[in-house]
T-cell receptor, first 114, second 114 residues
């Protein structure tokens, strides 16, 4: 199973762009990279998912280099409400259905200050 | 659209008492279902997952059990709760698209064992 490494915490100010990098040196060919956001006392919320290069949606962008051994979640112009824990996961289905191999680490606690 | 429900939202139980947490999913069929536990300040720990009715896989041996009596219903149980069972319990569902999987989480149940 691919293990991920993220910074434990990051600080930012409102209006800044925030980039959170995740290392996953042992990523497998079939693995996708997924990022979740979690607020206190709530379930994680899906943000973005990608396999390679760049993915962008209305919330964030995900940059994945060619070797796929790392990925960067980019949050444009953060606000106070973006203060949360962000989890990077890598994993994929095994044949025949999920083997439950999407492993959540401790995530990155992002604090946005006014 | 798909929705996932968990109840109760909060629960305080004495040590040694039984437990039953319920999770239901609407708007999808044959989902993969998951139970996670999150201790205070920790990442998510996968407890059980299910790819179909009556099919349960356990990730961590403990005094908890899971059942899936219906396609979109997932139940977490215990015969005798321990203090260490306190935590935030999250149910999640996913549908596979090839090797790509995205999990969507419920609102969670906060359990305090005294």
């Amino acid at each position: 199973l691919a293990k991920t490494t993220q910074p434990i915490s990051m600080d930012s100010y409102e209006g800044q762009e925030v980039n959170i990098t995740c290392s996953h040196n042992n990523i497998a060919t079939n693995d996708y990279i997924t990022w979740y956001q979690q607020f206190p006392s709530q379930g994680p919320r899906f943000i973005i998912q990608g396999y390679k290069t760049k993915v962008t949606n209305e919330v964030a962008s995900l940059f994945i280099p060619a070797d796929r051994k790392s990925s960067t979640l980019s949050l444009p112009r953060v606000s106070l409400s973006d203060t949360a824990v962000y989890y990077c996961l890598v994993g994929a289905l095994n044949y025949g259905g999920s083997q439950g191999n999407l492993i959540f680490g401790k995530g990155t606690k992002l604090s946005v200050k006014p | 659209s798909q929705t996932i429900h968990q109840w109760p939202a909060t629960l305080v139980q004495p040590v040694g008492s039984p437990l039953s947490l319920e999770c239901t999913v609407e708007g999808t069929s044959n989902p993969n279902l998951y139970w996670y536990r999150q201790a205070a300040g920790r990442g998510l720990q996968l407890l059980f997952y299910s790819v179909g009715i009556g099919q349960i896989s356990s990730e961590v041996p403990q005094n908890l059990s899971a059942s899936r009596p219906q396609d979109r219903q997932f139940i977490l149980s215990s015969k005798k709760l321990l203090l260490s069972d306190s935590g935030f319990y999250l149910c999640a569902w996913s549908v596979s698209r090839g090797s790509q999987e995205t999990q969507y989480f419920g609102p969670g149940t906060r359990l305090l064992v005294l």
